[in-house]
């Protein structure tokens, strides 16, 4: 078996340079696209005329189209279209449609969530003086994050490994030094072993932690 163990050992210290960039990416992403898959949310659970048929077209198109193809769209397209965006580097470019693809699927996950709180808890909430908007924003949708949590980190788990897309638009992340690193050796089943491990692991690790958290939230309340 001709595989350098040695070798994998000593790309971790040049992958690991890049992770900070990868957990940029993947957590600004995240952040963005919890915000737009929120406003969607709301927007298709209403059912508000117009913003709805937008809505919908959005969640569909970005939930259809490759993830690698709307990176390209984003980064090539856009300067050619607006020469405005001719300035946009790469980094940007990975963020919003890392972004923009994660917020169509959120956007369903927190519909979802939202329709799996019974309606009579609004009803309740305006007999008792509440406005719609307080009602909502006191009891619908805490209620809602809460069973929007197991399917929101998977989404980020998801979105987490699309970061190794990056490198097709010059991202220089952990799947781009790892095949820099292998370029002079011919060593590209070590090192890009290495980065399937750093990956694995943060996996393993961000799986425990919301674990932890779902037992948190989940536990009785006791005074």
Partial sequence: MNFDFDYMISVFPVLLKALPL????????????????GVLALI???KIPVLYQLASVYISFFRAVPTIV???LIYFGLPQLFPAFSSLDA???????LSLKNSS???????????????????ACMTVGMT??????????????????????????GLLKETALAFTIGVTEML?????????????????????LIYWVLVI???????????????????
Avoid at 23 to 36: C, K, P, R, T
Avoid at 91 to 96: D, F, P, V
Avoid at 106 to 111: D, K, M, P, V
Avoid at 115 to 123: A, F, I, N, P, T
Wanted: positive net charge; aromatic residues 12%.
């Fill in 22 to 37: 990868t957990l940029l990416m993947a957590i600004v992403s995240m952040v963005m696209a919890v915000i737009i898959g």
């Fill in 44 to 46: 298709t659970k209403g």
């Fill in 70 to 72: 709307q990176l390209f």
């Fill in 91 to 97: 980094l940007s470019a990975a963020i919003i449609g």
């Fill in 105 to 123: 699927y959120l956007a369903e996950i927190f519909r979802a969530a939202l329709y799996s709180v019974d309606e009579g808890q609004l009803e």
């Fill in 132 to 157: 719609k908007t307080q009602a909502y924003i006191h009891i619908i949708i805490p209620q809602a994050i809460r069973n929007a949590i197991p399917a929101t980190g998977n989404t980020f788990i």
């Fill in 176 to 196: 781009a030094s790892g095949k820099m690193a292998a370029a002079s050796t011919l060593r590209f089943f070590e090192a890009y072993m290495a980065v399937a």
């Fill in 205 to 223: 690790g961000y799986s425990a932690l919301q674990s932890w958290f779902e037992r948190k939230i989940n536990r009785p309340y006791v005074r």
